[in-house]
């Protein structure tokens, strides 16, 4: 741990932030490419550290057998942005990659997320922005789940709801301003 205490909150209420002191957490390393990776005529299954942490550009055709695109997955979830704090969700600890499950054979991703403070407005727009990423970034063989971590959050089961819920997310998206808010939390810091 590198600071303060407390969790990502909302803002935009007068400016006040529910957690304006967070605790920030270390970046855990960069895991190194092997040469098998590197080749892609050597099959290689999507695991729990590739959903935390890709950084390099993949033949799909080789990767996943979806055709020549090439997609570019840069640090899929752990440097999404949190909407309060000009940090990343993984120096929150809202996420780690213990907490993905990944089945490649059964094509399902499950990511448990830990919003740091019990009371947390912005826990669905942060589901909501994980669950974006996966789905721009995962072949759509993919069933996700992103949910918030048991017992962590008050509204645990309401937010989970929401998020699992396929009408309310497509709408949520369909909505211009929280579309933005979400493209500004998986987009790069400068």
């Given amino acids: 741990m590198v600071g303060g205490g407390g969790g990502s909150g909302g ?3 007068g400016g006040l932030l529910e957690n304006a002191n967070p605790l920030i957490y270390e970046r855990s390393g960069e895991r190194p490419v092997t040469a098998g990776e590197e080749d892609e005529q050597v099959p290689d299954s999507i695991d729990a550290r590739e959903i935390f942490d890709i950084r390099r550009c993949w033949a799909l055709a080789g990767r996943w057998g979806l055709g020549s695109l090439f997609l570019h997955l840069a640090h899929l ?8 704090h000009p940090l990343t969700l993984e120096e929150l600890n809202v996420v780690e990659q213990v907490r993905i499950q990944v089945s490649d054979p059964e094509s399902t991703v499950a990511v448990a997320f830990t919003p740091t403070i019990p009371h947390c407005s912005m826990a669905t727009l942060i589901g909501l922005s994980i669950k974006v990423k996966l789905l721009r970034s995962l072949p759509q063989r993919f069933k996700m789940d992103v949910h918030i971590t048991p017992g962590t959050h008050a509204s ?3 937010v989970n709801k929401q998020l699992a819920d396929k009408e309310r997310v497509a709408a949520a998206l369909e909505n ?10 998986l987009s790069a810091r400068s």
């Fill in 11 to 13: 803002s935009g209420r």
């Fill in 77 to 84: 979830i752990r440097s999404i942005n949190d909407p309060e």
């Fill in 156 to 158: 645990e089961h309401a």
């Fill in 176 to 185: 211009t301003h929280l579309l933005e808010v979400v493209n500004q939390c």
